[in-house]
């Protein structure tokens, strides 16, 4: 990545945003080999934490792009720390739509979405520590399905 600020005046912005693409990739792929390896008991914090910064990369890339709507589960796009029970430890570490919207500012917007599971009649609640960090919540109250146009 270094080696491309350095020619990014020679480069067309077709090809400098290709390049940063690659550059993205690498260093993400040189990371998500690295870390495995690692026996600590940091281990899978880091892991979870090297996913959803791999993922704001690739948010914050589309956002250059324009407005964009982006599907992925709330506990990735939300603005606040993920806290997650792993064996006898707490993982936490800031979620990809923290990252993101740390960079990008208002330009970030999250909107909860929830729509249950198999088997289960009502969605979990909200959690209401959280609702400050949520820009929409939408609720479907029936779902239908579409008739094919004749």
């Known amino acids: ?17 290709e390049a940063e693409l690659y550059g993205r990739t690498a ?7 690295h ?6 008991p940091g281990r899978w914090g880091r892991l979870s934490a090297l996913r959803d910064g791999m ?6 890339a589309v956002a250059e792009q ?3 709507l982006i599907h992925a589960s709330n506990l990735h796009l ?10 006898d ?20 917007a999250f909107r909860a ?3 249950g599971t198999v088997g289960d009649d009502v969605p979990s609640p909200l959690e209401p520590a959280q609702l400050g960090e949520i820009d929409g919540i939408v609720f479907l109250k029936e779902a239908v399905r579409l008739k094919k146009p004749a």
């Open 89 to 108: 430890q707490t993982l936490e570490w800031w979620s990809a739509g923290a990252i993101g919207g740390a960079h990008l500012g208002d330009r970030y």
């Open 35 to 40: 870390w495995p390896a690692d026996a600590s």
């Open 66 to 68: 324009g407005p964009a």
């Open 113 to 115: 979405q929830a729509f």
């Open 55 to 60: 993922m704001a990369g690739n948010l914050r």
């Open 78 to 87: 939300q603005r606040n720390k993920t806290f997650m029970s792993f064996g």
């Open 1 to 17: 990545m270094a080696l491309l600020d350095t020619q990014a005046p020679g480069l067309s912005a077709k090809d400098r945003e």
């Open 27 to 33: 260093v993400g792929l040189l990371r998500d080999h």
